[in-house]
């Protein structure tokens, strides 16, 4: 079946340090995929997404970009904040399912 | 309006009680969902609703009731719930239609927390 797997966590860092964040994916056909991130006490919050291979995904500094040939959807960042610690799940989903697919999550801490 | 809405924020109940949450979306959106999170876990999907009629269900236990009285609204009935299904409860909606990408974006709620005595 489709799965997510995304680095092991947690990740810490400190203020102004450039992140990476790797998801690899496995699915039949052609997913969109997705980052989410969850902050303390909330529910989850799209932060970006990509539908088809090549395509770059953008918000409020983080980036990812499908990658068909390697089935990856690492998510960047150039300079972390405080703010930004969260938890972040990578995710994909398939255009004839309704099923979400989610990665088991990877935590991250910045810390000042 | 981009929002997905659900109450109560926290739930506390005993073995015995029977308590529903409420899921309120005004985006329009045709597919409507409840997800189970553990501490430290993903999202696990529980139901799915699509235009108003149950779609999925992932082998929930009958303790977990869905309803979808309209488009809107997604409520879920409790009964004679364990204390392991305390967990944070999220409901998310998406866009129904033809459209490859809206159609599989999923907005969230901010859920709520549920403990079992």
């Known amino acids: 079946g489709d799965s997510v797997t995304q680095m092991e966590g947690p990740v810490t860092l400190s203020e102004e340090a450039f992140l990476t964040i790797n998801c690899t994916y496995t699915?039949?056909?052609?997913?969109?995929l997705f980052w989410y991130v969850q902050y303390p006490g909330e529910g989850l919050q799209l932060l970006l997404k990509?539908?088809?291979?090549?395509d770059k995904g953008s918000n409020k500094g983080f980036e990812a970009t499908y990658r068909k040939e390697t089935t990856s959807f690492h998510l960047e960042k150039g300079s972390v904040q405080v703010s930004d610690s969260a938890v972040y799940f990578c995710?994909?989903?398939?255009?004839?399912?309704?099923?979400?697919?989610f990665g088991p999550g990877t935590r991250l801490s910045v810390l000042p | 309006d981009t929002e997905v809405t659900q109450t109560p924020k926290h739930l506390v109940m005993g073995m015995t009680n029977k308590k529903s949450l409420k899921c309120e979306q005004h985006?329009?959106?045709?597919?409507m969902y409840w997800y189970k999170q553990k501490a430290k876990k993903p999202p696990e999907l529980m139901f799915v609703?699509?235009?108003?009629?149950?779609?999925i269900n992932e082998s929930v236990p009958s303790r977990f009731s869905p309803e979808c009285p309209n488009s809107s609204l997604l409520n879920l009935h409790l009964h004679a719930l364990q204390p392991e299904d305390s967990a944070l409860y999220l409901c998310?909606?998406?866009?129904?239609?033809?459209?490859?990408?809206?159609?599989?974006?999923?907005?969230f709620g901010p859920g709520t927390r549920l403990t079992v005595l």
């Open positions: 995710a994909l989903s398939k255009i004839y399912g309704q099923n979400f697919v």
């Open positions: 699915a039949t056909g052609y997913p969109s």
């Open positions: 990509a539908t088809k291979a090549d």
């Open positions: 985006m329009g959106h045709r597919a």
């Open positions: 998310a909606s998406s866009q129904g239609g033809v459209d490859r990408v809206r159609r599989n974006e999923q907005f």
């Open positions: 609703y699509s235009y108003e009629k149950l779609s």
